[in-house]
């Protein structure tokens, strides 16, 4: 599987960003897909998940209320649109691919690149 992830930028804070995780080659090969990010010195930490076959979707609490994970199975591509940004959510992005929604990295088998999302004060 591989992910493509896009959509990263540059907004000052309150704005919002719609980030995008392209999925190919063996797409039935896992059945999660999620969201995490890593910030300047920090560990990285899973924002938020959702199933291909399941439209429950999962959050961590800082982004609960402000995030929104989606897919688009006909396309294999998986969303995650960001109201009211802060600061604080300045972080490389991640999507990664795996059989379960977890909460840590190492439950998931394949990673795209990254994307940068920096919120200015």
């Known amino acids: 599987v591989q992910l493509q992830a896009s959509g990263g930028g540059l907004v000052h804070t309150g704005g919002s960003l719609r980030l995008s995780c392209a999925a190919s080659g063996r797409t039935d090969a896992t059945d999660a897909m999620a969201w995490f990010r890593q910030g300047p010195g920090k560990e990285r930490e899973f924002v938020a998940g959702i199933k291909w076959n399941n439209p429950v979707t999962y959050y961590a609490n800082f982004a609960a209320g402000r995030f929104s994970i989606s897919r688009d199975n006909a396309k294999n591509t998986v969303y995650l649109v960001m109201n009211s940004l802060k600061p604080e959510d300045t972080a490389v992005y991640y999507c990664?691919?795996?059989?379960?929604?977890?909460?840590?990295?190492?439950?998931?088998?394949?990673w795209g690149q990254g994307t940068q999302v920096t919120v200015s004060s």
């Open positions: 990664a691919s795996g059989d379960l929604v977890r909460s840590t990295p190492s439950s998931y088998s394949y």
